[in-house]
């Protein structure tokens, strides 16, 4: 159980570790253009689990964990787990480097006006973790809360509070098994709900958004056009209306399931799902994403 004596812990732990945050940003950081778009699906996967993302400036990326013997472990699937691939090693721990190294600013180093090549690096760029979780959601969040709750870790993560949300370098959003009762019983919390675009009886388009920041779901389960050919003009117009709602209830969208073979039907989808507006581009393909991006 989370008690207001932790959770006043978690917010001094943040100032102190902030104050802690003197090495300065590598001279790689320094070189890369986040891309507010680009989010990396099943990260873990990669050779290099977020890293291999953050040196192609994606701000967001995916890791599903178990709970195995109370340490939580990155995996797709349960018969992968390994001991030394656990939550805080591959990402926890990695962020907060990072962040230190920022002088706790964010995961990406604000730059000046004057360092800046493009407007968007003017500011510091919002960075999300997607915990999606797998086996049993209460007791697994209840893990997960014991993680961001650490000191080492809290003061990385934005903060629900009463109402009220204040951002920070990192923003946990959890996916996958959501407990839902429970994160919405909560008065403080240090992480956000993954909503369903089409599934009325989850949290969806137009709930709090200081609760449900981003909505997602499957491409495929609500579209019927992967690339090839023309966009059916309906389907074009009910893309469009997803985002549309979404965004003017304070909404963040995600697909998953879109095409992810490099050729002429992922560009055109790619082209149309930047055109609407869509937060989130999903890929396995960081370079072919990062490329894409950078190219419009």
Do not use: C
Not at 237 to 257: C, P, S, T, Y
């Amino acid at each position: 159980m989370i008690t207001p004596r932790r959770v006043l812990a978690a917010l001094l732990a943040a100032v102190a570790a902030t104050s802690l945050a003197t090495a300065p940003a590598s001279a790689h950081e320094r070189g890369v253009r986040p891309l507010p778009q680009a989010h990396s699906h099943n990260d873990y996967e990669h050779t290099r689990p977020l890293h291999d993302a953050l040196d192609q400036g994606f701000t967001s990326v995916e890791a599903d964990i178990y709970l195995v013997d109370g340490q939580l472990l990155v995996a797709h699937d349960l018969a992968d787990t390994r001991p030394d691939r656990t939550l805080e090693s591959l990402y926890l721990e990695p962020l907060r480097k990072r962040v230190l190294a920022n002088h706790g600013v964010g995961v990406y180093r604000k730059q000046n006006p004057f360092e800046a090549r493009f407007p968007a690096e003017k500011a510091s760029t919002e960075f999300q973790l997607l915990i999606d979780v797998k086996g049993d959601a209460d007791s697994t969040y209840a893990a997960l809360e014991k993680r961001l709750y650490n000191p080492r870790y809290s003061f990385l993560f934005s903060l629900y509070a009463f109402g009220h949300v204040q951002k920070r370098a990192v923003t946990a959003v959890i996916s996958g098994g959501r407990p839902k009762d429970v994160m919405l019983g909560q008065k403080v919390r240090l992480a956000f709900y993954d909503g369903r675009i089409k599934d009325e009886n989850d949290l969806h388009i137009g709930s709090d958004p200081r609760v449900t920041p981003l909505v997602s779901d499957s491409w495929t389960g609500l579209f019927t056009w992967t690339g090839a050919g023309e966009f059916p003009a309906a389907e074009r117009a009910k893309l469009h209306d997803i985002v549309e709602r979404a965004h003017a209830a304070g909404q963040r969208v995600r697909f998953w399931a879109t095409p992810d073979a490099a050729g002429p039907d992922r560009d055109a989808l790619w082209k149309a799902l930047v055109a609407a507006g869509v937060d989130h581009l999903n890929t396995d393909d960081l370079p072919g994403l990062a490329d894409f991006l950078r190219s419009r």
